[in-house]
């Protein structure tokens, strides 16, 4: 009676070990269908956080080449603005300095028959009262 008892309580601690061991191997599985888990989710987080950024940056360098662009569109017209300018300012050089030839030659001109005239009349006055 003594062995089968004995041997009951072998048994039933042996059972109790065994029973032990596979809850621990249970655990240590769930274990690591957790730390799967969790390091799949935390891969599909950065991915979704690495596309996000991806997208930010994408939309940045998007903003800043049409900012670029239309700074260098602008640019284009302010040149081409003063380019019009610069042509007409020297249009308008050239006009003025034509107004001013003539001008110049018309003053000439007149200088010249008011001198013969002050002339002709400084030899008529020297000629009545010689």
Do not use: C, P, W
Request: charged share 45%; no cysteine.
């Amino acid at each position: 009676a003594v062995n089968d008892e004995e041997l009951k309580k072998r048994i039933a601690e042996e059972l109790a070990l065994e029973r032990a061991r596979r809850d621990s191997e249970a655990q240590k599985r769930r274990l690591k269908q957790e730390q799967m888990y969790v390091r799949d989710e935390f891969g599909k987080l950065l991915e979704r956080e690495r596309i996000s950024s991806n997208e930010h940056l994408t939309r940045a360098i998007l903003r800043e080449r049409a900012a670029t662009e239309e700074e260098r569109q602008k640019a284009q017209r302010f040149a081409r603005q003063l380019e019009e300018k610069d042509r007409e300012l020297k249009k308008h050089d050239a006009y003025y300095k034509e107004q001013l030839a003539r001008l110049e030659e018309r003053s000439a001109q007149f200088y010249k028959v008011t001198t013969e005239q002050y002339q002709k009349a400084a030899d008529e006055v020297s000629a009545r009262f010689k």
